[in-house]
């Protein structure tokens, strides 16, 4: 059995899940999510499918939408010691990666703290800061650090107001998530951050979102707008100045399995990111069975990709360990 790292998983710890409501009146979550905390049935359901190490990031991203800045520092603050805290704990299971749900002064401080005094193995991000995209230059001081740093960055999806129904069937989270995931990614792109920080690693969500589905799409979109830019005015007047097809940029990003288990979508992500730029995620304990179901068919599936045996390997950990060590 090759070695498998799971890239993306996500965790609470009760001391953080209690600062949050009692504390702070969070009531996002009716109950008390154990199944986030149980390391020990985690380690289990590791071991039944011969997962060797995960990747811990925060759960609950929406938890930072609209709040004030000194709060969500602090809770920022008391999550990364958390994460850290359980990786020391269990340093032969846990890889610790940080969270910055925005960018500040007082967040970079947060970021060198986390990468040269915490030692994580990342930094995890949202798809947007309360409706604010990616390449908001805000932002930007996080992309120079990271590059600069080495340090990848993962990015979870995040919520936004679409319609007011959206919600009503769980759209927001079954559709809206990897649709946010795409327009981060091509926001990055047409504003320019990779064009500036073109050694910025970044893992994206749920297989890229529609990224590589559309990725002759991606292509033609940007080639017609540049044979004919007297027809696109506005895409001319915001998008940046690009050196090179815009797909080669969007084919820079990492993406991860996390795709309940379809391997026509990890051989259509495959095909479009690179064999070099898939990385095992499995989203637990997101699933039925809690988070059991999502591991048992993302293993299946990565073995089902029509792949070759050092390919597969990769993907199940070496382009994750390229990233990291």
Known sequence: MPEIIDAYTHILTEHFFDELTDKYGFQGLSGRPEFLW???????????????????????????????????????????????????????????????????????????????????????????????????????????????????????????????????????????????????????????????????????????????????????????????PENYPGFHEHAADLSRPAEEYFQQFHADTAVSGSVPALDCAESFFGSSNVVFGTDYPFSPERGRRTVDVTVDAVEGMDVSEDVRADVFAGNLRRLVD
């Open 38 to 228: 149980n390391v020990e049935r985690r380690k289990e359901d590791m071991a039944d499918f011969g997962v060797d190490k995960q990747v811990i990031t925060l759960a609950l991203p929406t938890v930072f939408r609209g709040m004030d800045h000194d709060l969500a520092l602090e809770l920022t603050r008391i999550a990364n010691d958390e994460i850290r805290r359980l990786a020391d704990e269990h340093p032969d299971h846990f890889v610790p990666v940080a969270t910055l749900p925005t960018v500040s002064g007082e967040f970079m401080d947060e970021f060198d703290r986390c990468v040269d005094e915490l030692d994580m193995a990342g930094v995890q991000i949202f798809s947007n800061v309360d409706g604010r995209p990616l390449d908001d230059e805000t932002f930007w001081p996080l992309y120079e650090r990271a590059e600069a740093t080495s340090t990848p960055l993962w990015m979870h999806p995040q919520l936004w107001e679409w319609y007011d129904w959206a919600s009503e069937y769980m759209e927001h989270r079954l559709f809206g998530w990897p649709f946010d995931t795409t327009l981060a990614l091509s926001r990055l792109v047409f504003g320019g951050v990779l064009e500036e920080y073109p050694d910025l690693d970044l893992i994206s969500h749920h297989g890229g979102g529609m990224v590589p589905f559309y990725g002759s799409r991606i292509a033609m979109f940007y080639e017609q707008r540049q044979a004919y």
